[in-house]
């Protein structure tokens, strides 16, 4: 575990841990990088404290800085806006998806729906012509019935009268004769 400095001295990476007496060596797992696995930690690890300080944990309690703590918090508001812009963009995205399917159907059955109201108008206008129609003829049916019952009343009255002048003529040819 040397590294060349830019003097070209090799130092032991690992030297001062030593001094201190808690270095331990471990085995090397074949397949395992040490890098990955210190990529991953740093990585994951303001997410780790993201996630911490959610829960309610103090920068403190975490070993974090002041303005550590304060720019994951603002990372923490920024995901959380893009979380809700994301959605609200899958929404207006099915929104608009609905819109355009309807948009569709609307243009491939416009004709269809179209001929079918004028022909039920038309029905309902049939309909309703016949309607007023009947009505009208009822309406003339009994104003003829009622004339003509005035009439007939109006004629016996004329029969009378037709009577009186046939018997003045009766009497009329007998002076004569």
């Known amino acids: 575990h040397r590294y060349h400095d830019a003097s070209g001295a090799s130092n032991d990476v690992y030297e001062f841990v030593k001094k201190l007496g808690k270095f331990k060596e471990t085995k090397r ?11 991953r930690i740093v990585k994951d690890y303001n997410e780790y404290v993201m996630r911490n300080l959610a829960r309610g944990y103090s920068r403190n309690d975490l070993g974090v800085s002041y303005v550590k703590e304060k720019r994951l918090r603002v990372n923490m508001g920024l995901k959380t806006l893009r979380d809700k812009v994301k959605q609200h963009q899958e929404k207006v995205g099915e929104k ?16 269809r729906w179209v001929v079918g109201f004028l022909e039920k108008f038309e029905e309902g206008c049939h309909s309703m012509g016949t309607a007023i129609k009947e009505r009208i003829q009822e309406r003339l049916k009994e104003a003829q019935s009622r004339d003509f019952s005035l009439l007939q009343y109006d004629s016996d009255d004329f029969d009378d009268f037709e009577e009186e002048d046939d018997e003045v003529a009766k009497d009329a040819k007998y002076v004569k004769e």
Request: hydrophobic share 40%.
């Open 96 to 111: 608009w998806s609905t819109v355009a399917k309807l948009q569709e159907e609307w243009v491939e059955n416009a004709d």
């Open 29 to 39: 797992t074949e397949g395992i990088s040490t890098s990955d696995i210190i990529m």
